[in-house]
């Protein structure tokens, strides 16, 4: 047969299952990138928009994207105990990802009765957040597993890139949805009918892509659903570890700068609605600017990581975000918001990079996943409390535009203290100048949420042989 003998035919077998395997879980990882980006940019992105369709007010549509983010970022405390109640990352994934498709539900339901009530609104969101982050940790160590290290870099090179495509189509489409939408109200003088229903249509569309994100996910493979090497520290332990290292001055100073970004960061979608009346389509082409200038930006820093090192760029990039929010206060111009915010996406770019290359690079390869939880929780921490307390000052002066303007520049104050903490941080070696993300959520002013890919990392665990030979030994024989 062919030359084999008997005894060869089950090792050939084995061998070509695996090559199908790893092949099949490429290809719907990419998938999955694809379905969950085209969600992001319908779903989410637009939910601060809803909440002032529907009259809840500026502040809370600030409120509902910022502060249920902590709520993500506490679930993932229990995800290591879940993983192991289940047995398996990837159950745990499935099940998060089906909250987080669900979340939506609720909101269709809003959005076709024209009402939602506020803490209904807060609820829901905290639902899609429980979901989303809480898949972070789970799901790094499950990739990390399925995709060989000759080829992680190229390969989530190519599906950040490929998600990045999808989130900008799914939020330009949604854009232009919008405005078609309140166009037509507009002719016919009805009062949000048909944006409303244009809102019904992005969640359904929202929920049934993460139901297909889901699907893709369900097909992958779980060759070692429980891997034995990988260190489960909690928080305070890692407090204890890290506080006086390298990693620990450096994730002070992220947790420093992300309570300042959000004291504006969550109030610029309200600030231009109500206070500069930009339409849907305005909204939508201002974050496409900050996006896509983020995008062509992004492999630059990289080149600058490699030539100068992260530690120079993390200190232009942190000096580069200094003056973004209070550009928002000089003028309403909306060609001058255009330059700001492709200005902010290359800020942004070298920013979020460099920290990201900078702190995981800093920490040793089987304690990332454990670390990367203390990460989430206290950046959703800085989040919340930057975005309540800038609530609390919106609400106590009325909403006018001049305390809109106000917060932008206490913002920028904020960002420039921070930079005592910053050369407080010694240089740090890392050995690569990239890191592959998973988009998490966009902002207005051209900062997200992105889940770092540990996997994209050079020597991102270091498993027994027998998780190591399957995926290695399937890449060789692919080739």
């Keep these: ?113 024209g009402h939602i009530p506020a803490w209904a609104a807060m609820l829901v969101a905290s639902l899609y957040w429980a979901g989303n982050l809480g898949t972070g940790p789970a799901w790094n160590v499950w990739i990390g597993t399925l995709i060989p290290r000759a080829i992680r870099a190229h390969f989530f090179a190519k599906r950040t890139r490929l998600q990045q495509l999808t989130v900008l189509a799914g939020f330009l489409g949604g854009g232009i949805a919008l405005q078609l939408g309140k166009r037509y109200d507009l002719s016919l003088g009805t009062e949000n009918e048909h944006t409303l229903q244009v809102f019904t249509v992005l969640f359904g569309l929202a929920f049934l892509c993460r139901i297909v994100s889901i699907s893709f996910l369900a097909s992958q493979s779980e060759p070692h659903p429980l891997l034995p090497d990988m260190r489960r520290l909690s928080p305070l ?89 209070g550009m928002w206060s000089v003028s309403g111009n909306y060609a001058w918001l255009c330059c700001t915010q492709i200005a902010a996406g290359i800020a942004w770019a070298a920013y979020e990079l460099a920290f990201l290359l900078l702190f995981f690079e800093s920490i040793p390869a089987t304690e990332r996943v454990s670390v990367l939880t203390l990460f989430n929780l206290l950046n959703s921490a800085a989040l919340a409390a ?38 407080r941080v010694p240089e740090i070696r890392v050995t690569s100048d990239e890191m592959s993300v998973q988009i998490e959520e966009l902002r207005a002013s051209g900062e997200g949420i992105d889940g770092p890919i540990l996997s994209s990392l050079p020597d991102e665990t270091r498993r027994s042989p027998g998780v190591a030979n399957d995926s290695e030994s399937a890449f060789e024989d692919s080739r």
């Design 1 to 113: 047969m062919n030359g084999l003998t008997t005894d060869e035919m089950p090792a050939t077998t084995t061998r070509h299952q695996r090559v199908r395997s790893l092949k099949h879980n490429l290809r719907v990882s990419q998938s999955d990138a694809a379905s969950f980006g085209v969600m992001v940019g319908l779903g989410e992105t637009y939910l601060p928009l809803f909440v002032l369709t529907v009259g809840l007010g500026e502040v809370m549509s600030g409120l509902v994207v910022s502060v249920p983010v902590l709520l993500g970022g506490a679930l993932q405390m229990v995800s290591p105990r879940a993983v192991r109640l289940l047995g398996s990352h990837k159950r745990w994934v499935l099940c998060c990802g089906m909250l987080q498709a669900l979340s939506f539900l609720p909101l269709i339901v809003a959005a076709i009765a």
């Design 386 to 423: 930057g975005a309540l307390l800038a609530g609390l000052f919106l609400h106590l002066a009325g909403e006018q535009r001049w305390a809109y303007e106000v917060l932008f520049v206490v913002s920028s104050c904020w960002r420039t203290l921070a930079l005592i903490l910053l050369w």
């Design 237 to 325: 332990q890692q407090l204890r570890q890290y506080r006086h290292s390298a990693g620990g001055k450096l994730l002070a100073y992220i947790v420093f700068v992300q309570f300042g970004i959000w004291i504006s960061g969550p109030y610029f979608t309200p600030f231009m609605r109500e206070k500069l009346g930009f339409t849907y389509l305005d909204y939508a082409m201002l974050i496409g600017f900050s996006f896509v200038s983020k995008i062509i930006a992004l492999p630059l820093c990289g080149r600058l990581a490699k030539r100068l090192g992260a530690r120079r760029l993390l200190t232009l990039g942190g000096i580069g975000i200094i003056p973004l929010a």
